[in-house]
């Protein structure tokens, strides 16, 4: 059975006391909770259960003792939308309603405050026996904002993106949320239902809309806000200024207010004289969209498809410091997107996905680029599969379920995925576009165009979807390495830490680790013929910007008999750049003396190899594979390792990657897959350019590995002049009766 979850209830860090003390008193306040790690999205000054969405934590407001439900029946139970009194469908303004006798509109009032209370803090209900929370957002949206369809469905996954956003919305630290998303999930309906929302609400706002293109926004804002804006109900809606439907700019004139026995008795010209002053616009797409304006929403819709010249990551850029005052955060940006190809706009996207991770922050609290990544896996959100619970169903059920539509499911959203992906595996490109319309994983969500990668995607991807469903703690260890009593050049220990900087998918036994055979008083590699490595080193400790590129280490076994050796694997990954150099030479060190084996190393960058040789370990230092000794330069004789810049080497390295790619990687024609575990590398080779190899450092140290193991396929081919040597012998003919003396 196919099991996962958008969310974890946090009980294990909660300082029970405190949140007892609190709740009694009422005293949490909406916002970031310090001493409890989360963001609070209750308005009521207590907490319930925290939510642990993508790594930021979200406190609830606490289960109600009464709870809305449309049955006893647990099985039953569903979200139903609140019926509205059939008169108000009739009345379109605050002023026809006032036309109303006072009998009639004594009626109203409490449903009318009600709505507003669901609007401001939520809403419980049950669902099949479970008690439900949605925000006010999400209670306008499902219930007051009209789609194509008509009204929304209710759904799992947007009951918690929607939780997600609150929290945004309530943490001072946040910009919004970036949010990485399938097709047709509903994305664009949500945003412009949110944009109506707090626009309604808010005197003195502008509210902005992007796209990829100018006509997008432009659409988003004719066929989806001002429809909605239309059709709310007249409590909610404040006086639109102009055109009924306009075409650039919504503006609110009236203030919308919570309708009360006193309020409706106001006189109206009272109320004309009180304008919110809140526009609503989309603007052309471009780097300085927005530039200088002040926001309170900015939706970013379909920003992962911006292509050249537009730049997302230059445009977000400009449009942040629309939403803050100085170091104070006023207003928010709802973004979110499928993902272009790489080169069309995609890659900037990811950079700024992967920059809002809220695991990552610096000292202020806030993510690199200020905003909260969320990813919800397309097989939560796929129409045709969302039972009438608002939850997927996930594998082939043993009988129909019935869907939030009312039709019968007969079959799980996973085989579906997977029919299709199969249906496409002969289509590379098309299968990649598949993916990254319909993600089950944030990798799918990015991957590239099959034509723009040098190496085999197709075999790259298959390997990395693999490795998504391993269990990593099983294959996959982060540690250090470290001197044993800190005594250097004595015996190297490995130590598993979450924060170390090596990734190991093996280890040797204890009677291979550490062995050093010494010749002629030199130090050598003991397990030379089980495997090498591979490294991309850098000279300087630190750079002007702090931008310079990561060292990389790999460690690749070779083939080999031995049962104890796995054959042709990769087993060590380093890809860091410590603070000093001189600690990147030392890690690399205790790496190839733990396992006995050899090295090639860039000579182009010689202050690793330098510390290899004065440390006492030139033996571990490979030659060039491709000269013989004879032919070494006086450098190369000293230190080993190998040139970067030659063309041959640059071509035999790319050779020799595709060719471990295509053997070694992905699914292979016995139904195994491949056991390359690394992702990093995967990414890295994905994206290789043999043109611009700079910023591949995986690539660099993965494939002169490969080299490594591979040294007799570059062994220098000599041939030997035969000469003719004269030892003074007559030569004759043998043809005819008498043999002739050959002159």
Known sequence: ????????????????????????????????????????????????????????????????????????????????????????DKIKTLYDFKKYPENIKEKYYDYISNEYNKRSDGHWFMCNGEAQYITGSHYIYLNWTKIDIGLPDFRQANRILYLFWEACCADSRSYGMCYLKNRRSGFSFMASSETVNQATLSRDSRFGILSKSGGDAKKMFTDKVVPISTNYPFFFKPTQDGMERPKTELSYKVPSKRLTRNSIKENADEIDQLGLDTTIDWKNTGDNSYDGEKLKLLVHDESGKWERPDNILNNWRVTKTCLRLGARIVGKCMMGSTSNAIKKGGGNFKKLYYDSNVNKRNRNGQTASGLYSLFIPMEWNFEGF???????????????????????????????????????????????????????????????????????????????????????????????????????????????????????????????????VIKNGIKYPGNKDMGAFGCDSYDISGTTDGSGSNGALHGLTAYSMLTEVPNSQFFLEYIARPQTAEIF?????????????????????????????????????????????????????????????????????????????????????????????????????????????????????????????????????????????DFGFSKYTNTGPNSKIIK
């Not at 993508?54 to 029946?73: F, M, T, Y």
């Not at 991807?461 to 001197?483: P, R």
């Not at 994905?686 to 396929?713: E, P, V, W, Y």
Request: glycine share 6%.
């Open 1 to 88: 059975m196919y099991k996962q979850d958008l969310y974890s209830v946090q009980t294990s860090h909660l300082q029970q006391k405190y949140v007892k003390k609190l709740n009694k008193s009422k005293s949490f306040k909406y916002g970031f909770n310090k001493d409890l790690d989360c963001i609070v999205i209750s308005k009521n000054g207590q907490i319930g259960e925290i939510y642990a969405i993508q790594g930021l934590k979200i406190a609830l407001p606490p289960e109600p003792k009464q709870i809305e439900s449309n049955s006893n029946v647990p099985e039953e139970q569903v979200f139903t939308r609140t019926k509205k009194p059939e008169t108000l």
């Open 386 to 516: 969302i039972n009438k619970y608002g939850f997927p169903v996930f594998d082939n059920p043993e009988k129909p379920i019935e869907g939030i539509d009312g039709e019968l499911i007969y079959s799980g959203v996973i085989e579906h995925w997977e029919n299709e992906a199969d249906g496409l595996r002969d289509n590379n490109d098309g299968l990649n576009e598949y993916y990254r319309q319909f993600p089950r994983t944030e990798k799918h969500a990015f991957r590239d165009e099959i034509a723009k990668s040098l190496f085999n995607l197709n075999k790259i991807y298959e390997q990395t979807d693999f490795n998504e469903d391993l269990t990593k703690e099983g294959y996959v260890t982060t540690g250090s390495f470290n001197w044993k009593n800190g005594v250097k050049d004595s015996e190297v220990q490995f130590s598993p830490n979450k924060n170390g900087r090596f990734r190991l998918s093996w280890i040797p036994p204890v009677s291979m680790q550490n062995n050093i």
């Open 585 to 725: 030479f030392e890690d690399v060190l205790m790496a190839m003396i733990f396992y006995g084996m050899p090295i090639l190393a860039e000579n182009n960058k010689p202050r690793l190899l330098y510390h290899i040789k004065r440390r006492g370990y030139r033996g571990y230092s490979m030659n060039r594979p491709d000269k013989a000794r004879s032919k070494l330069s006086v450098t190369e004789k000293e230190l080993g390792g190998i040139p970067n810049s030659s063309e041959d080497i640059k071509q035999a390295h790319a050779a020799a990657i595709e060719s471990y790619i295509e053997d070694h990687v992905g699914l292979k024609e016995s139904g195994d897959y491949g056991k390359m575990y690394f992702q990093r590398t995967l990414e890295d080779w994905a994206g290789f350019d043999i043109n611009n190899r700079t910023k591949f450092d995986a690539s660099i140290s993965s494939g002169l590995a490969i080299m490594a193991c591979q040294r007799h396929l570059y062994a220098s081919k000599t041939t030997r002049e035969v000469k003719k040597i």
